[in-house]
């Protein structure tokens, strides 16, 4: 079992920078990919980015492509989403999100750890 903890969000101006972070606990940390999404008010929750088990892959959004940048340290037990020229587009609460299949990676329900959110505001 594997659980998740998010923190780093808050209000940023467009342009602006914001670091999420996600501990997790659960001794199979390492062995599993971890993504973050995001969901909107009155939108569906939508993929991000993903990371695999060794951290040697990574895979964007093309929304958050060349802005936005994935990692993890096993050795620490966190994944990280490090988040540039954010865009008013980009507010939404920002879930990290762990499996252990490398199938379907950009779906929700291949995800079977889940965190509780952190909210991201992005002003105009």
């Known amino acids: 079992q594997v659980q998740l903890v998010e923190s780093g969000g808050g209000l940023v101006q467009a342009g602006g920078s914001l670091s999420l972070s996600c501990a997790a606990s659960?001794?199979?940390?390492?062995?599993?990919?971890m993504a973050w999404f995001r969901q909107a008010p009155g939108k569906e929750r939508e993929f991000v980015a993903r990371i695999n088990w060794s951290g040697g892959t990574t895979y964007y959004a093309d929304s958050v492509k060349g802005r936005f940048t994935i990692s993890r340290d096993n050795a620490k037990y966190t994944v990280d989403l490090q988040m540039n020229n954010l865009k008013p587009e980009d507010t939404a609460v920002y879930y990290c999100?762990?499996?252990?299949?490398?199938?379907?990676?950009?779906?929700?329900?291949?995800?079977?750890?889940w965190g509780q959110g952190t909210q991201v505001t992005v002003s105009s």
């Open positions: 659960g001794r199979s940390f390492s062995t599993i990919n």
């Open positions: 999100a762990g499996t252990s299949t490398s199938q379907l990676v950009k779906l929700p329900r291949s995800y079977r750890y």
